[in-house]
């Protein structure tokens, strides 16, 4: 085999002869293949997707590789959203698109909530650093940030090819300070951030408390805006709202413009409901579509995951699309979250993440305030997200006695009263903590 894409057409074939057309085409025709290194094999699908591959088709697909390689890989299943965290796209990859449909101003639903932000993200595309530089754009998840920086990416290599542009989100740029350091190697590291035209940031917030990282991404900002190139970040709060972000930092993410997303109003929903089902060839009545518009009110990415259930259980079971389909696909797609054990741990590395502190830190006995004030805000944040007992989580706090569980939670929930930000701090932790 020549190259990994027609390794990759060898397997899709295996898979058409042992599955049929509609399984196929439904679910293993909008996966793309990412990487294999002789042992491991990675495979990007949206989260939507991929549950379903890996429990009713993972027998399939590992048989699909034995016929083609001779043996299994390892498989890995990761969402197109990620890849982009560790790719220049300079190159020109199609891994920023997803569901066959690419992420540009055109399929983008604009509507009051977004409009600005949308506004201030194409005049960037279009003129870079003449308009806005920085350009810093913050909403809650799933409302369309990165679909706009995937946008920006695609109309400036429309309009200049040659544009060297580099895509990352700011957990990965952490991951690559931190083998730089441990390689003793920061050139490769400044070469690529520090010499391109667009430097495009996805998730920065995961930079603060990190003061290494900090510190190289304020000398990688001041280089680039030095040579007046251009810069677009994105977070899920604004500047003043991130929690142990360096002032320097802080200031100069708002020297640019600042542009926020809100959640979508009711006809912006009913519009990216109708454009989802459009782009799938699904024909979706009005009472159905007004239906799904209000139940799911806040996630865009939620709305297009409904009108793609939809699209497979009318594919494979048959039938119209009526409201009682409508309602199963809201039901599936809102009961896929996360076990209670995994959700517990994601809240308190977040909290963690947040406060500059450890994970280890947190369920220690450390009593400075720093790791103190992290574990009462991440007892807070577990008892407010599950069901568990005080007993239940004192376990997952190196078992302390239930009465200081309660402590946490009383003093919390007295602080929040009073502090707007702490509440802000509070809610991106539990909204970072659910995202799969």
Not at 33 to 54: N, Q
Not at 336 to 346: A, I
């Amino acid at each position: 085999m020549e190259s990994l894409n027609e390794m990759w057409s060898l397997v899709c074939d295996e898979l058409r002869r042992s599955l049929n057309d509609v399984i196929y085409n439904v679910w293993f025709a909008p996966i793309e293949i990412v990487s294999f290194d002789g042992l491991k094999v990675e495979l990007a699908v949206s989260e939507f997707k991929k549950t379903t591959i890996e429990k009713q088709f993972g027998a399939d697909l590992a048989e699909a590789f034995k016929s083609v390689l001779g043996f299994v890989p390892e498989i890995e299943i990761i969402d197109p959203d990620k890849v982009i965290s560790n790719i220049d796209t300079s190159a020109g990859s199609d891994l920023l698109d997803s569901d066959g449909e690419r992420n540009t101003f055109d399929t983008f639903v604009v509507g009051s909530s977004n409009r600005f932000a949308y506004a201030a993200a194409k005049a960037v595309a279009e003129k870079p650093v003449d308009e806005y530089n920085p350009l810093f754009i913050h909403g809650s998840s799933g409302l369309g940030k990165t679909h706009l920086l995937c946008a920006i990416r695609n109309e400036i290599l429309e309009r200049n090819p040659d544009a060297k542009i580099v895509f990352t989100r700011g957990e990965e740029f952490v991951n690559l300070i931190v083998e730089g350091i441990r390689k003793q190697d920061m050139n490769s590291i400044h070469d690529k951030f520090r010499n391109c035209d667009v430097l495009l940031v996805d998730d920065i917030q995961f930079i603060a408390g990190k003061p290494s990282t900090q510190e190289e991404f304020f000398h990688t900002f001041n280089a680039l805006w030095e040579d007046h190139k251009q810069i677009v970040l994105v977070s899920d709060s604004t500047p003043k709202d991130i929690a142990v972000l360096d002032e320097r930092l802080r200031t100069r993410f708002e020297w640019g413009l600042i542009a926020d997303i809100q959640p979508p109003d009711f006809e912006t929903r009913v519009a990216i409901v109708q454009r989802k089902a459009n782009h799938l060839g699904l024909d979706i009545p009005n009472e159905v579509t007004d239906f799904i518009a209000e139940k799911v009110k806040t996630n865009i990415r939620q709305l297009e995951g409904v009108v793609k259930k939809i699209y497979a259980l009318v594919n494979l079971e048959g039938g119209p699309v009526t409201i009682s389909v409508a309602q199963s696909a809201i039901r599936d797609i809102a009961s896929e979250g996360l076990p209670v054990s995994e959700l517990v741990n994601k809240l308190i590395s977040e909290s963690a993440r947040t406060f500059g502190v450890s994970k280890d830190d947190i369920i220690s006995k450390k009593k400075d305030a720093k790791t103190a004030n992290a574990r009462q805000i991440a007892i807070y944040a577990v008892k407010e997200c599950t069901d568990l007992t005080q007993q239940e989580i004192s376990e997952y706090f190196g078992g302390r006695d239930r009465t200081a569980i309660h402590y946490a939670v009383k003093q919390t929930a007295k602080m929040l009263e009073s502090d707007s930000s702490l509440k802000r701090t509070l809610d991106n932790i539990i909204k970072n903590s659910k995202e799969q």
